[in-house]
C-alpha cells in the first residue's frame, strides 16, 4: 500500500544546530513529495516540494530537502536552527494519479531549545 | 494568509446534531480538498471537488458529505455528530485538479459534547 512514514514524532535541537526531520514513502513510481508546516493554531503553510525536477529543493525559511529514489527518502534540512522554526512538521505524498489527494505522514514536533 | 478562507473557526455542537463548515477557495483555483486533522487519526483527506464535481474520496465517513457551488465555494456538511468527530477539518485549494500545491485554510475546530 502507498504510505508515508515519518521517523520520530519529536524532535529537540538547540538553536544553531541542525534540523534533520525524516520522512519515507513507500512506493514503486516516485511520487510528489511535500513539506507543509503547521504552527500552534493556523493552517498549514508549503515549505517546499519535489516534482521530479532537481533532487535538491530547496524552500522557504533556509530549509531544504533532497529526494533519494534509492532510499525512498524526502528528509527535510535546515544548516541552524532559530526559535522561530518550532513547531509541527508534515510530509506530505501525492502519488501518481488524476487527482490532488495528499496523503500525510504522522508529523514531527520539532523543539529548538535556547 | 494563503487566500482560502473558513468559517466558522470554532464549532461547539452535541453529539446528533448536523453542521455545516464553509470553505472559500483562492480566486481562480477550481479544485477544493477537506482533510480532516485529530489527535489518533492524524490528517487524512476526505474529499476532493474540481470545478463543481467529486474527484477523489477519502476516509469519509456516509454521515459525512460534501459539495462545490458554482462560485466554487464548498461546504462540507456533517450529520447524527459523534464525540469521535471532534476534530480540526481543514480546506485547501488548487488551480488544477492535480499536480500542484495544495494552500490551506486556517481551520474550522469541531467540538462535539
Known amino acids: 500500500a502507498q504510505s508515508v512514514t515519518q521517523l520520530g514524532s519529536h524532535v529537540s535541537v538547540s538553536e544553531g544546530a541542525l534540523v534533520l526531520l525524516r520522512c519515507n514513502y513507500s512506493?514503486?513510481?516516485?511520487?510528489?513529495l511535500f513539506w507543509y508546516v503547521q504552527y500552534p493554531n493556523q493552517g498549514l503553510q508549503l515549505l517546499l516540494k519535489?516534482?521530479?525536477?532537481?533532487?535538491l529543493v530547496k524552500g522557504i525559511n533556509g530549509f531544504e530537502a533532497e529526494f533519494k529514489k534509492s532510499e525512498t527518502s524526502f528528509h527535510l534540512t535546515k544548516p541552524s536552527a532559530h526559535m522561530s522554526d518550532a513547531a509541527e512538521y508534515f510530509c506530505?505524498?501525492?502519488?501518481?494519479?488524476?487527482?490532488?489527494?495528499?496523503?500525510f505522514g504522522q508529523g514531527t514536533t520539532l523543539q529548538v531549545k535556547p | 494568509d494563503s487566500g482560502v478562507t473558513q468559517t466558522p473557526k470554532h464549532l461547539i455542537t452535541a453529539t446528533g446534531q448536523r453542521v455545516t463548515l464553509r470553505c472559500s477557495p483562492r480566486?481562480?483555483?477550481?479544485?477544493v480538498y477537506w482533510y480532516q486533522q485529530s489527535l489518533d487519526q492524524g490528517l487524512q483527506f476526505l474529499i476532493q471537488?474540481?470545478?463543481?464535481?467529486?474527484?477523489a474520496k477519502g476516509n469519509i465517513l456516509e454521515r459525512f458529505s460534501a459539495q462545490q457551488f458554482p462560485d466554487l465555494h464548498s461546504e462540507l456538511n456533517l450529520s447524527s455528530l459523534e464525540l469521535g468527530d471532534s476534530a480540526l477539518y481543514f480546506c485547501?485549494?488548487?488551480?488544477?485538479?492535480?499536480?500542484?500545491?495544495?494552500?490551506f485554510g486556517p481551520g474550522t475546530r469541531l467540538t462535539v459534547l
Open positions: 480566486s481562480g483555483d477550481l479544485s
Open positions: 519535489y516534482t521530479s525536477a532537481a533532487t
Open positions: 485547501a485549494s488548487s488551480p488544477l485538479v492535480a499536480g500542484d500545491t495544495q494552500y
Open positions: 512506493s514503486s513510481v516516485p511520487p510528489y
Open positions: 506530505a505524498v501525492r502519488f501518481s494519479g488524476n487527482t490532488g489527494k495528499l496523503i
Open positions: 471537488y474540481y470545478n463543481g464535481e467529486e474527484r
